[in-house]
């Protein structure tokens, strides 16, 4: 199966990214909800932190100030140093 990831910055010449290896489950793990303040995105995060949680995973939660710009560099931080993966929530 091929994916196809795009880049909606812009850029006329994207950064080129190397793929992070997933890991093969989550036990142990602490998992990032990162909310972008688009309206409903918690929506989804509230739910899918209920499930995470039933599952026996520990979730910490963060939201950026704005979706218009990118995380602050210590929200970043933060996150890189509490979380092992994260998940973005992106809704309208």
Request: charged share 30%; hydrophobic share 40%; proline share 9%.
């Amino acid at each position: 199966m091929s994916l196809t990831v795009l880049d909606p910055t812009n850029e006329t010449a994207p950064a080129v990214r190397p793929k992070v290896k997933r890991p093969a489950a989550l036990d142990g793990l602490t998992v990032g909800l990162l909310d972008i303040s688009k309206p409903r995105g918690d929506v989804f995060l509230n739910r899918l932190e209920d499930r995470l949680v039933e599952l026996g995973v520990r979730v910490e939660r963060f939201r950026k100030p704005t979706f218009a710009k990118p995380a602050p560099v210590d929200l970043r931080h933060e996150i890189a140093t509490r979380c092992d993966v994260v998940i973005e929530a992106l809704a309208d």
